[in-house]
């Protein structure tokens, strides 16, 4: 058999390299009322702008049965699962306890990507790829966990009050962000989400993001992943400029936000994350 690698549904990978490479996907929970959506399982309409829409992570018992269950398709050679940042969602806490319930849990190894969307998604890619290659356990495992300290993560928002109510973004961060500029430019450091940079048009922001995405991809070859939410125009702009923009570029993937990130990113946000290197063939 194989490796199995799992990841939860905020890596938002598009559905063909799941199902090429036999990925599992925890669904994470958008919280629309007294209702709990499974993203990416239960259709949903969500405000986003809402004060009354949150998210919540999968529970120990939801990603425990799935991890058993790759265990067992992988015929015993292990499971490798990559899950957003620890900082930002409790997710991989509640793997962590999964684990310790199972009774092989030697061959579970969970992976914080230190990042979230395609900054969790391409490197679930980078273990899957070296999974499809027969490669062993501690292999898999190194390739995710190789993936997500080189990755660079960049996103631009039109406001981040939703980020700071829900405590992924300090009040300082906010202000700065909310009062002083109109687009603030995010970045992700050792998994925490922080202000990188102010501009006070949305042209300036979008320079500010590709020259930041540009000089994190380096010389030598990068994967490179855009992100939106109701902002596909923008994004295949971004697309466009850095494809011409990054020497040797290996890779690029266009997709959505999920609702996930979307209720704390807000509409018209668009991300950009960069794996210099790239993430495997």
Known sequence: MAVVVVTDSSASLPTEYVAELGIDVVPLHVLVGDRAVREGVEPVEIDYAADTVT???????????????????????GVVAVHLSRSLSATWEAGRQAVRDMDAADRVRLVDSLGAGLATGLPTLAAARRARTGAALDIVYDAAVAASSRARTFFLVNRTEQLRR??????????????????????????????????????????????????????????VAVQHLDAAEAAETLAGQLR????????????????????HLGLGAVGVLVVPGGCGE
Do not use: H
Request: charge should be negative.
């Open 55 to 77: 998210t919540s992570a999968a529970s120990p018992g939801e990603l425990r049965e799935v991890y058993e269950a790759a265990l067992e398709r992988s015929g015993g050679d």
């Open 244 to 263: 011409e923009l990054i020497p040797g570029i290996r890779e690029l993937v266009v997709a959505e936000f999920g609702p996930v990130l979307g209720v």
């Open 166 to 223: 829900g405590g992924r973004l300090s009040t300082a961060a906010t202000f700065f962000g909310s009062e002083l500029v109109t687009k603030p430019l995010l970045q992700i450091v050792e998994g925490r989400l922080e202000l990188r940079e102010k501009a006070r048009t949305r042209s300036k922001a979008y320079a500010k993001l590709v020259a930041a995405a540009v000089d994190a991809a380096g010389e030598d070859g990068a994967a």
